[in-house]
């Protein structure tokens, strides 16, 4: 089977949130409480019960005008991925796909994919003590079926298909927008599999890292120092050491428990 | 929709304006992203508010609401002063050398109005041709006679120049221009513009004149009929389009007949004053064939259980100038005229205008019947916020219905476009759907009137109801193929019919054989037909809505074969427009239809007649050319910018006319009642400053009768919020997200404020002058409540919603010929939570 990847442009995106209801409705995530905080993104970040979050984004340009964007987050699902490689009990998986799937019924809750990630897209639940993310919809395309959020879209934004082919249409999309447009993810962790035509700078938008890549530390330990630990006697020692060294004591982690929101 | 969704995919300019489709018919975008991508369209967005829509067009230009026709009208006058206008056409297909009445006075000789003006209403003498003495009416082609239509045209736009329009509209003047230059580059042969409205349009004291003035820019243009032209009107509501089509409002019968006033007499009365006449000799007058549709209406009624005439009598009547619209309805009911009330998949509570008027007005009858999916703030007004159920005699009974997905029947989207659905599931619980509630409420009324009579029992008793049959579950069930059968219409009885367009040629029908087309309708009772414009719908070749074909042959996404469209499945109406003389396409590239020589070919052709026959295009108008000049309604033969009834100006820049004349006013004294309060109508109102307008959001679907009980909506759109400008909220201190209140005159609402800079104050004749907007989908039963609040049945939401209506906020003030409510201007304050 070709690769295949999600593109989404963002030029022809309308923010109608077709695909976050499509997200939410295939994997029948629970919805939460929520209150208006003074914009349309709802909920207001990645959830344990979000894995598609529809942000919108307000800016004044230079000619006294405003733009408004709409940009999809989900798990960009990268071929050399970070959260798989720190995931101690195989929760985290490359599927036969390449994309990154998750199997909650092995997740230890450590963590550690959530420190790891490059785009901040893993999210702990502690009523169930998991972590969830966006599987690329595994069951659908395991059935030969699409993402159902690129299956929602109206307006051809988002699509599901060959690698090579759409990353020939990413790459002709931006150079026929021109302005600055271009084409985000095929270049980081080896490629990702949600790749963006984007029209400002990365640093513009919220929540999306300007040169993601796999963090050096997690390179260091799980590509270099692990496969020599093997080999050495005190491998698990300076593990231990390196990993005390690189991510300090132990701490607790509420910053990267959910909170749902609540109150009305 | 004079086109068709899939054709915006044709258009070189779409201007949005009036409606925000990405957010609204997010599907629409499909379509103008194709015209985009493939034909390098342009996108043009004109509102108050930087929308959804906005963030995808080329231009944006704002605009203060209300202000469309001064826009608009700008626009005439740029395309007449630059000569963009589409000449050949507007000379062939419009009105435009019509010789008018010298006695016509336009507003700018006239105060602000046109001649005529007698109170609130126009005595229209002088809206009228010159005619010859045989009654022609008299022509320039040349268009130099200054009493000629395009004369007039020119002179009564000439005052609308883009220095005063920018003052009107607060537009910029460059912005102006952008956008009047790139809509009026679609005067070429070669180009097509189309323009996408709403409620944005509708919902003025001057609705239907904001859309007859972009009709006159599509005339100019030689828009109309066109591949990729055309005004569309998007419907707010999946069947909006088929509820109206089948006679849904009180002034029309099903198929746009107009409803008999109690003057007519007999139907012969009815008939002649409802067909039009001409003199034209060249025009074909559709509307000659009123009486065949009068009389096909009314077999559909009674069948042949009584004669036409009797059926005549039958038909319930209006009184001579009544109007009996919603404010009227609700009008009424306040003053207690009602006993009863079904309201019936709608929530008035929360849907109309000055809704504390019109949930007081509940308050005063004696029952109502709420058929509906879920409770809402219409069945339970009597224990909503400030009521005392003590108080309240009115006696509520609640009908669960089934949902569209939970029974089978037809819709007509904007389109026209009529497509049979299927049931997917059962409706839960007792739930039905409503042909069988009607059933059953039918044939329980006939017996009640066959055993104890009462006036007008015949009205009811002699009906025919061939929809369904009583099974053993003691019930009616309603077959919905029956009914569409009977919308198509059928021969009463054995017939030999000539064949339209070929004398001395016939046909045969057998009783019962479905009527081919409206062509063939009868007006001597032999044929029956429930609504002419849907003839050949169900004929022999059976449910022509669930057909599923998807050939084009036309190339321009016609789809004949998917579904039908009324008028007999043509796709573009008006098409004959969109060719020649000879018959050949204004643009070959884009040929909507096309004569080969000895037959058409395309889409359905539309008034074409052979060419060389002469015949003008437009069938619909007894004169066969289209309307620049349009004395057919209450307020204007050219529109004429008014402000809104509630406005933020001292006066009309334009005139000395203030406000549209001919509008009804609720506050004067005899018309209204104590609760039709204004603001802001004679001179400015500090208590209210600032404009406001409603609108909707994409996860919300009217008054979230719906969509509020779905959790994942209600999750991404979780309650009421206002939207106001970076300024406005700084004038005011209040901060992005804070609770607010907004207020008129007539009720407050609680919301969120959204501070943005997407809302842009107004510089209004170098006064500065802001605006806000909320959404209408909210209302109270679906926010959190104490737990003593919830009675042992009541469903309690996943996930709450926040506010109530953004209508208990809007006037009770209408359109002078339709009386929509004005909900898209009107004026209020914004002040933070606990700040008086």
Known sequence: MSEKIKLFDISKCTGCRGCQLACKQWNQLEAKQTRHTGTYQNPPDLQANTYLLMRFQEMADAKGGVKWFFRHQACMHCTDAACVKVCPSGALYYTTFKTVGLNPSKCIACKECIAACPFDIPRYDDKTDKIYKCDMCESRLSNNLGPACAKACPTGALIWGDKDTLLKLAYKRAKELGDGAYVYGDKYVDGTHLVYVLQEKASVYAALPKSPSVPLSIVLWKDVLKPLSLLAAGGVLAGSFLHYIIHGPKTPDDDSVTKTEGGE | ?836
């Open chain 2, 1 to 836: 929709m004079t086109n068709h969704w899939v054709d915006f995919r044709n258009s070189d300019v779409i201007l949005i304006m009036g409606s925000n489709p990405a957010s609204n018919h997010p599907v629409s975008f499909k379509w103008i992203q194709e015209a985009i991508d493939k034909r390098g369209a342009r996108l043009l967005c004109v509102d108050p508010r930087f929308t959804q829509s906005a963030a995808k067009a080329h231009v944006y230009a704002p605009l203060r609401s209300g202000t469309d026709i001064a826009f608009l009208g700008g626009m005439i006058k740029y395309i007449l002063d630059n000569n963009l206008y589409f000449a050949e056409y507007v000379k062939l297909y419009t009105n435009a050398s019509f010789l008018v009445n010298p006695a016509l006075k336009l507003p700018g000789d006239n105060n602000g109005v046109f001649s005529g003006l007698e109170g609130s209403k126009y005595n229209k003498d002088t809206w009228s041709y010159q005619t010859g003495g045989d009654g022609v009416i008299k022509k320039d082609p040349s268009f130099q006679d200054p009493n000629c239509v395009f004369q007039l045209l020119k002179k009564h736009y000439s005052r609308y120049n883009p220095d005063v329009v920018s003052k009107i509209c607060g537009t910029p003047k460059d912005k102006l221009l952008e956008i009047y230059k790139e809509y009026a580059s679609t005067g070429k042969p070669d180009k097509a513009g189309v323009e996408l409205y709403a409620m944005g349009w509708t919902q003025h004291t001057v609705g239907v004149q904001n859309i007859r003035t972009m009709c006159i820019i599509q005339l100019l243009l030689g828009n109309m009929g066109i591949a990729g032209g055309g005004v569309a009107a998007m419907r707010g509501e999946s069947n909006v389009q088929g509820s109206t089509d089948h006679g849904l409002l009180f002034h029309i019968w099903p198929g746009y007949l107009g409803t008999p006033t109690a003057s007519l007499k007999t139907l012969k009365e009815f008939n002649e004053k409802r067909t039009p006449t001409t003199k034209e000799k060249n025009s074909l007058n559709w509307w000659k064939n009123f009486p065949k549709y009068s009389a096909s209406f009314l077999r559909s009624m009674y069948g042949k259980n009584v004669t036409l005439e009797e059926a005549y009598q039958l038909m319930p009547k209006l009184d001579d100038g009544a109007n009996y619209s919603w404010l009227t309805i609700f009008d009424q009911m306040y003053k207690g005229k009602f006993t009863g009330f079904f309201a019936w998949g709608m929530n008035p509570a929360c849907s109309g205008a000055h809704s504390n008027k019109v949930r007081q007005a509940m308050g005063k009858l004696d029952w109502m019947v709420n058929v509906n999916l879920f409770d809402n703030e219409t069945g339970s007004f009597w224990r909503g916020p400030g009521m005392d159920p003590a108080k309240i005699k009115t006696e509520v009974f609640m009908l669960p219905c089934a949902a569209s997905m939970e029974k089978e029947g037809s819709l007509a989207n904007s389109s026209r476009l009529m497509q049979w659905r299927y049931k997917a599931v059962n409706p839960p619980g007792v739930a039905l759907p409503d042909g069988d509630i009607m059933s059953e409420i039918y044939f329980k009324v006939k017996e009640l009137y066959e055993k104890h009579g009462g006036p007008l029992k015949e009205a009811l008793t002699k009906i025919t109801w061939p929809y369904g049959k009583k099974t053993l579950d003691g019930h009616y069930h309603y077959d919905p193929h029956a009914v569409a059968k009977e919308i198509n219409g059928f021969f009463l009885e054995d017939k030999k019919v000539e064949v339209p367009n070929k004398k001395g040629e016939f046909k045969e029908f057998k009783k019962g054989d479905p009527v081919p087309t409206f062509a063939w309708l009868q007006d001597d009772g032999s044929t029956s037909s429930g609504c002419w414009v849907y003839c050949g719908s169900y004929a022999d070749k059976g449910n022509m809505a669930a057909r599923r074909g998807t050939n084009d042959a036309s190339g321009i996404g016609l789809y004949p074969e998917w579904a039908w469209t009324w008028p007999v499945n043509r796709r573009i109406i008006y098409n004959g427009a969109s060719v020649d003389l000879n018959g050949k396409p204004w643009d070959p590239k884009r040929p909507v239809i096309a004569w080969t020589g000895d037959k058409w070919v395309g889409d359905v052709p539309d008034g074409a007649g052979d060419p060389g026959s002469g015949r003008p295009p437009f069938i619909m108008k007894p004169d066969g050319v289209a309307s620049l000049f349009g004395p057919g309604l209450a307020d204007g033969p050219f529109p004429e910018h008014y402000e809104p009834l509630e406005c933020p100006v001292e006066k009309n820049l334009m005139s000395p006319q203030k406000n549209n004349p001919a509008i009804k006013r609720f506050d004067k004294p005899g018309v209204g009642s104590d609760m039709d309060v204004y603001s802001g109508v004679a001179s400015c109102d500090p208590r209210f400053p600032f404009i406001c307008s409603t609108y909707r959001v994409s996860e919300h679907w009217q008054t979230g009768v719906l969509t509020r009980w779905c959790p994942w909506l209600a999750e991404m759109q979780p309650g009421m919020f206002v939207e106001m400008s970076l300024e406005l909220a700084k004038e005011r201190n209040i901060k992005n997200g804070e609770k607010v209140i907004v207020k008129s005159p007539r009720g407050e609402v609680e919301a969120a404020a959204i501070v943005t800079p997407r809302f842009k104050p107004f510089n209004i004749d170098g006064n500065i002058v802001h605006e806000v907007g909320i959404p209408w989908h909210f209302g109270w039963i679906t926010q959190a409540r104490p737990k003593s609040k919830y009675g042992p049945v009541d469903k309690k939401p996943e996930v709450f919603t926040f506010g109530d209506a953004a209508n208990l906020l809007t006037p009770t003030i209408g359109d002078a010929n339709t009386m929509i409510p004005e909900s898209k201007a009107f004026m209020v304050n914004v002040v933070k939570k606990g700040v008086i």
